[in-house]
């Protein structure tokens, strides 16, 4: 399947790399790992994101060489053959002549051929770039080469004598997203929204969370997301308190919150929205009071958001709502500096505000540059998702309080003015909630 993205994209990005990577290196990427669900099926088969980002190639039992100032063509691309009766049974193989016309490959290879050819390839080289540690048994096999090479050192071999970790560098490139990657994460979000739309048109009392998901995925598919950018989070009544909640399998009951989090991944690109709305399409006076406290933690977390500003402040800014809002309803006692400095907050408030995001939900790049925190800049793209979670035991708190949990997300850009929000078309308002579920 060809990316959305243009295939001179792909292109741009392998110059940028080399432009860091300097001459006399060499750069050696492989394609993500298949996985056995059970016996003889697979878990669905996502390519690894430095490679993708690098080839726009999405098959596995695949390697990337790339080679600064290779007179016969500095992208190199090893793949498996054609083979009729394989892709009778797994589907299309884009071969050795499809990598070159389809993905803009200098020279391909049959993946067979790679213990052969590598060494080749890397003799003479100063600078190997790998990412060492994903793969162990890839690791093995680059040592082998590098080995193979120091045993012919008397024959004039030169094995490279220095290596580089890869995603330092590649990791930077991904942080800066283009106008081109910005289309696909907005129409993700797009996406996303509609789907969480959809759960709080379907919600109500006697569903079980599984059902909300089953619509959620749906949404997500009909519109061209094969898969979640995450396994997906439905949380009702007290499941709504654990972070990471997947079971989804509680029948949702009258008078409940859940909080629904979830996101689609086009093209390899993760949008991730997190709503709470009321089961019944009515907040309860508690429910409301933590709520709004939330939502306005997350509003001027998002007004934090600009290129002015450093990746800590939203999250500060959000940590201020949240503690001065617990204080004004009792859950906390004191003053508010005491509060932050103490960390007493952190019994409802255990995370962080947000994360990069693009290829991968989490997404690479460093959130310090020399110990201090990172300046946002313009083309990055960060969540932002205060929340506050009750624990259903917490003792020191109103039994009316207990078991409420709330979390509300959305994809922020960085623009040259401030912010976009990517995801606002999924309504956070308790107002626009509780008229929508009416229908």
Same mark, same amino acid.
Not at 312 to 334: N, R, Y
Not at 374 to 383: F, I, K, N, W
């Given at each position: ?5 243009p ?7 392998r ?10 290196s060499i ?10 669900r ?10 690894d994101s430095?490679?993708?980002?690098l ?6 039992d ?14 190199? &691309?090893?793949?498996? @053959?054609?083979?009729? *009766? ?9 071969? #050795?002549?499809? $990598? ?6 200098d020279?391909?290879y049959p993946i067979?051929k790679?213990?052969?050819?590598i ?20 690791d ?7 080995n193979?090479?120091?045993a ?8 490279p004598?220095?290596?580089v970790?890869?995603?330092h ?10 106008a081109d ?10 996406i ?7 759960a ?5 009392h006697? &569903?079980?969370?599984? @059902?909300?998901?089953a *619509? ?8 061209g997301? #094969?898969?979640? $950018? ?6 009702s ?9 997947v079971?989804?399998?509680r029948?949702m009951?009258?008078?409940?919150l ?5 996101g ?11 709503r709470?709305f ?6 309860s ?6 709520y ?7 509003l001027?977390a998002i ?19 949240l503690?001065?809002g617990?204080?004004d ?6 003053t508010l500096?005491d509060?932050? @400095? ?5 019994e409802f408030?255990?995370?962080?505000t ?17 110990d201090e ?8 793209v ?7 979670y ?12 207990r ?26 308002q ?8 009416r229908?």
């Amino acid at each position: 399947m060809q990316s959305l993205l243009p295939k001179q994209q792909f292109s741009q990005r392998r110059m940028a790399l080399m432009q860091w990577m300097g001459s006399d290196s060499i750069a050696i990427i492989p394609a993500a790992l298949q996985y056995i669900r059970n016996r003889d099926a697979d878990f669905r088969y996502r390519q690894d994101s430095d490679f993708y980002y690098l080839s726009g190639f999405a098959e596995p039992d695949a390697v990337i060489c790339i080679i600064p100032n290779r007179p016969q063509g500095e992208f190199i &691309l090893f793949c498996r @053959e054609k083979d009729r *009766e394989r892709e009778i049974w797994d589907g299309y193989r884009a071969g #050795v002549e499809g $990598a070159i016309e389809l993905f803009g490959a200098d020279d391909s290879y049959p993946i067979s051929k790679l213990d052969e050819i590598i060494p080749v390839l890397m003799e003479g080289k100063k600078r190997l770039y790998v990412n060492l540690g994903a793969q162990p048994e890839f690791d093995a096999r680059v040592m082998n080469w590098v080995n193979s090479l120091r045993a012919k050192t008397r024959q004039g071999a030169k094995a490279p004598a220095e290596f580089v970790m890869l995603n330092h560098l590649l990791h930077e490139l991904r942080l800066y997203k283009s106008a081109d990657e910005l289309n696909i994460m907005r129409r993700a979000g797009k996406i996303s929204a509609n789907a969480h739309i959809r759960a709080m048109q379907k919600a109500k009392h006697g &569903l079980y969370e599984y @059902e909300l998901e089953a *619509e959620i995925i749906h949404e997500f598919m009909r519109n061209g997301c #094969v898969a979640p $950018a995450y396994n997906t989070i439905v949380g009702s009544g007290a499941n709504a308190c654990i972070l990471h909640y997947v079971d989804n399998r509680r029948q949702m009951q009258n008078g409940d919150l859940v909080l629904i989090d979830a996101g689609a991944e086009l093209d390899h690109y993760a949008a991730d929205i997190t709503r709470t709305f009321p089961v019944n399409g009515r907040f309860s006076a508690e429910q409301k009071a933590i709520y709004e406290v939330v939502l306005n933690a997350q509003l001027a977390a998002i007004a934090a958001v600009h290129p002015d500003n450093h990746w800590d402040k939203p999250h500060t800014a959000a940590v201020e709502v949240l503690t001065q809002g617990l204080l004004d309803l009792g859950l906390l006692q004191g003053t508010l500096t005491d509060n932050i @400095e103490q960390g007493l907050y952190r019994e409802f408030y255990m995370h962080r505000t947000g994360h990069w995001l693009g290829m991968d939900v989490h997404d690479v790049g460093d959130y310090k540059v020399a110990d201090e925190w990172r300046q946002l800049e313009v083309g990055m793209v960060l969540t932002v998702e205060p929340g506050l979670y009750i624990s259903p035991d917490c003792e020191k708190v109103a039994a009316k309080w207990r078991g409420i949990g709330v979390r509300i997300e959305d994809d922020v850009l960085v623009t040259k003015t401030g912010h976009e929000v990517m995801t606002d078309a999924a309504p956070k308002q308790v107002i626009d909630i509780e008229q929508l579920m009416r229908g």
